[in-house]
């Protein structure tokens, strides 16, 4: 099954991105900004906090739109295809593998690969965040698209790298209480 909406598409999300964060000084900078969202992925499984699985999964993939538009690549077809996804594997285990193909493609990125092997890389890992999602009963390209709705309403503090953190809303003490 694939996404049933078209509000999105990779090329969509770089240009906000490169609108909100400036232009990324190299692809190793936006694959370990990848691997910032792959940790807070990681760290959602660890704690159990199962309806983060697919917003964490939307935000590595959102990063690594940046990327597939540098590549030529449409990610969200790459989330859109489907794989024989194990059932049977533990969603930790999952994500542990997710994880392994994003140090792949960290590799292919710093070692100055190949095209062939970077989008080979980069679409391995889109659909491993695919296959995560469908494992969670969400489609990883519909948790995207949610969470561009969400990113497009934040402020954001540029980092200087191309990238960004948004900026946490702060409730006072009467909003608190409420």
């Not at 995207?144 to 900026?167: I, P, S």
Request: hydrophobic letters at 45%.
């Amino acid at each position: 099954m694939s996404s049933t909406r078209n509000l999105e598409t990779t090329s969509s999300i770089a240009l906000w991105a490169e609108s909100a964060f400036g232009p990324a000084p190299s692809d190793a900078r936006l694959i370990a900004r990848a691997n910032e969202e792959m940790a807070e992925l990681l760290d959602a499984v660890a704690n159990a906090r199962f309806p983060d699985y697919p917003i964490e999964a939307a935000d590595v993939t959102i990063v690594l739109c940046r990327y597939g538009q540098k590549l030529g690549i449409d990610v969200k077809a790459a989330a859109d295809s489907t794989r024989d996804a194990d059932p049977t594997n533990l969603l930790f285990r999952v994500a542990i593998d997710v994880n392994a193909a994003m140090s792949k493609l960290l590799r292919a990125v710093t070692a100055d690969a190949s095209y062939v092997v970077k989008a080979a890389a980069l679409i391995d890992l889109v659909a491993m965040l695919a296959d995560f999602c469908r494992l969670c009963g969400v489609e990883l390209w519909d948790a995207v698209e949610d969470k561009m709705v969400v990113n497009h309403t934040r402020h954001w503090r540029q980092d200087g790298t191309g990238h960004g953190y948004h900026v946490r809303d702060v409730m006072t003490t009467e909003q608190q209480a409420h």
